[in-house]
């Protein structure tokens, strides 16, 4: 794409009442427009980025068989009803609910537990329906206290949510492992698997334990306590001697860190079949509740914790994987003809490669393009200039300042 053309332009400050770092620098590098606090939509870029993540994802979740779906936000309240979290005070509190003209109760999805459950207890009847997982990407909307986190933390998001129905905990349990690693993959695709951990935390009535996936970052709203040696944590809310015994660790030997919380996997157990009626039956013939666990990832939240974590003072740095060109086209003709037409022909013979390529094709003095494309973070900027040949261009790795020098053959590969 050109850059004269894209309709975003970058800015030097981003909106005073925003503290997140993430949402300053997506805001500046005109990624994202903020709509309200805790709103915000995706500009051009923005979505590019967004696309690739979301990619990625379901890359993984298909990987393990989930089968992808999309269910709608407006919700009845019935299926809240019988499992009564309707008026459960717990999530009342971040709930966004209306009502039809008719006074109909509805509920905009904070989560989508209830209407997947009842839906697939449509489906289901016997133990050779089973077992399955589905998921979607799916807005979800709540009513948070404090928005203070850019897009990590958003009143309006994206969520991958995946459910796994299951006959038995041991059918659960062995499916859970997979969507475990699957995570894992997840997280080292889009850049964060070394600072992520996969994180004990609290379970509920079917489990003791579920785990978080939590990412160092001093913009983090967690603690953890790690070992690294095993690579795995302990979220502060559950660590208590008894679970330390559990495991086999030893507090004083553990590094506690602020994290943000990426992705959580949860055993769900039949909490929702039973009050829902998603039973089967088995080889005896006999009713029983399906086995569930969910399975959660935030897209902006994501997309957030990497700029958090990789970005620098100069601005966003990419990983590869999910930046929105893979390189940037310094054009620096400053009116040379023929180093323009230069600039001109790489960019269309990579485009017509399939590369993906921002061109910086504007009018503007080096010093702002070279100040933009440090901003937009995109991994490697190609300089196209008179003081360089197509025999060797300048070609400089934007996450550690490398200089390298490629030709032009080299580059279209
Ligand atoms: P948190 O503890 O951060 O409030 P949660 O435990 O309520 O999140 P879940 O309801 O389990 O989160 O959601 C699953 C995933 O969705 C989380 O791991 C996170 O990645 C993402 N997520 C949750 N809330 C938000 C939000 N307000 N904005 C963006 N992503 C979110
Ligand atoms: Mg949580």
Redesign the pocket.
């Known amino acids: 794409m050109r850059q004269s053309q894209l309709f975003t332009k970058t800015r030097r400050e981003a909106p005073k009442d925003e503290v997140a770092k993430n949402a300053q620098l997506l805001i500046r590098g005109g990624y994202v427009h903020k709509e309200m606090a805790?709103v915000y939509s995706l500009l051009p870029l923005g979505l590019r980025v967004f696309k690739k993540i979301e990619h990625i994802i379901r890359e993984e979740m298909n990987a393990i068989g989930g089968q992808e779906m999309s269910f709608s936000v407006l919700q009845d309240d019935a299926s809240w009803k019988a499992t009564e979290r309707w008026d459960s005070e717990e999530v009342s509190e971040i709930w966004f609910k209306t009502k039809l003209h008719g006074g109909t109760d509805l509920g905009l999805a904070f989560?989508h537990e209830e209407p997947i459950t009842r839906a697939v207890a449509n489906h289901v009847s016997s133990y050779k329906d089973l077992p399955f997982s589905a998921y979607h990407f799916q807005s979800?909307f709540?009513n948070?206290l404090r928005a203070k986190s850019g897009?990590?933390?958003?009143?309006e998001?994206v969520?991958k949510?995946l459910y796994s129905f299951s006959r038995t905990q041991e059918e659960l349990d062995s499916f859970y492992e997979h969507a475990a690693e699957a995570y894992e993959n997840v997280f080292k695709r889009v850049g964060i698997g070394s600072v992520t951990f996969k994180t004990f935390a609290s379970g509920g009535v079917f489990s003791k334990f579920s785990h978080?996936?939590q990412t160092i970052s001093d913009a983090g709203?967690?603690l953890i306590y790690i070992d690294r040696s095993q690579g795995i944590a302990i979220n502060e809310e559950v660590l208590t001697d008894e679970v330390l015994n559990e495991l086999g660790l030893v507090k004083d030997a553990l590094e506690t860190a602020k994290t943000i919380?990426?992705?959580?996997i949860?055993k769900l157990g039949t909490k929702f079949s039973e009050p829902l009626g998603l039973m089967y039956k088995d080889e005896a013939g006999k009713e029983q509740p399906v086995v569930m666990g969910s399975y959660?990832?935030?897209l902006?939240?994501?997309m957030g914790t990497v700029v958090e974590v990789l970005s620098d003072e100069k601005g966003i740095v990419w990983p590869e994987s999910i930046a929105p060109f893979t390189y940037h086209i310094v054009d620096l003709s400053g009116g040379d003809e023929t180093v323009k037409q230069r600039a001109d022909d790489l960019y269309q013979a990579m485009t017509a490669r399939g590369v993906d390529v921002l061109y910086d094709d504007r009018d503007a003095r080096a010093g702002e393009k070279f100040a933009d494309s440090d901003l937009l973070g995109i991994p490697y900027r190609i300089v196209v200039s008179a003081k360089n040949s197509d025999d060797a261009l300048e070609v400089v790795r934007r996450s550690n300042g490398e200089v390298l020098s490629m030709s032009r053959d080299e580059l279209l590969g």
């Open positions: 805790g989560t979800k709540r948070e897009i990590m933390r958003g009143r998001f969520m949510d978080e996936y709203e967690d919380e990426v992705g959580n949860f959660g990832i935030g902006g939240r994501l």
